[in-house]
């Protein structure tokens, strides 16, 4: 596609539920990052892919969080049984190789959490 | 680890005039990159402007341009002739050997007409 695309773009959730975030990048962008926004906040790393291979993933900040990439396209970032510390905006971003070039990012998700 | 600073959390300019936002870094590395990201209410955080950290030579892009102290570890962004579209959150965005970014904690800017 033209550009990177979230959804869904708001996600309201009770405290326990599960979520389900998801990130098209664009066609071709082997990699992709997710990236959490606290309000006011700059965005902090969650976790990396390179194609289908989940590099990196020291950013997740409990075992709750898990992100898959099965195919190498389009990812998904689950949360388990959220807590009211997940509310924020979740952003995905790709780029062809490393992010020499920067990133392109998507709108994001804003997840609140009731 | 790396850090990345954003000691001005507002600021402000008239249409027209120019300003600049600042930026200091923290790191052990020598080669890496640093870039300033745009994000509009829309969410959307847009490239500004990128440098390699071996470049002695500042970057511009139109009406932005850098002035990067490597020494100091400053990388400030100075935004000229400002347009009422440039009122957004900026970030200051650091890149060492992992792919990774590590962002400052953003600058909202305000443009008066």
């Known amino acids: 596609g033209a550009g990177v695309s979230q959804s869904p773009r708001y996600k309201v959730a009770k405290r326990g539920q599960d979520v389900a975030l998801r990130c098209d990048p664009i066609?071709?962008?082997?990699?992709l990052f997710w990236y959490q926004q606290a309000l006011g906040q700059g965005p902090e790393f969650l976790t990396y892919?390179?194609?289908?291979?989940?590099?990196?993933k020291s950013g997740l900040p409990s075992d709750r969080f898990f992100a898959e990439r099965p195919e190498g396209s389009v990812s998904t970032l689950k949360i388990q049984r959220t807590q009211k510390e997940d509310s924020a905006v979740y952003l995905c971003?790709?780029?062809?190789?490393?992010?020499?070039?920067?990133?392109?990012f998507g709108s994001g998700t804003r997840l609140t959490v009731v | 680890a790396q850090t990345v600073t954003q000691s001005q959390p507002e600021m402000s300019v008239q249409e027209a005039e120019t300003v600049t936002l600042s930026c200091t870094y923290d790191t052990s590395e020598s080669d890496y990159y640093l870039f300033w990201y745009k994000q509009p209410p829309s969410r959307q955080m847009i490239l500004v402007i990128r440098q390699e950290a071996y470049k002695q030579q500042n970057a511009t892009e139109n009406r932005f341009s850098v002035n990067f102290q490597k020494a100091a570890k400053s990388f400030s962004l100075k935004i000229s002739d400002s347009q009422l579209g440039d009122a957004a959150m900026y970030f200051c965005a650091y890149k060492g050997g992992y792919n990774k970014l590590i962002f400052g904690a953003g600058t909202r800017l305000a443009v008066h007409p």
């Open positions: 066609s071709g962008h082997v990699s």
């Open positions: 892919f390179q194609n289908e291979a989940q590099l990196d």
């Open positions: 971003a790709s780029s062809w190789g490393g992010a020499n070039y920067g990133y392109t």
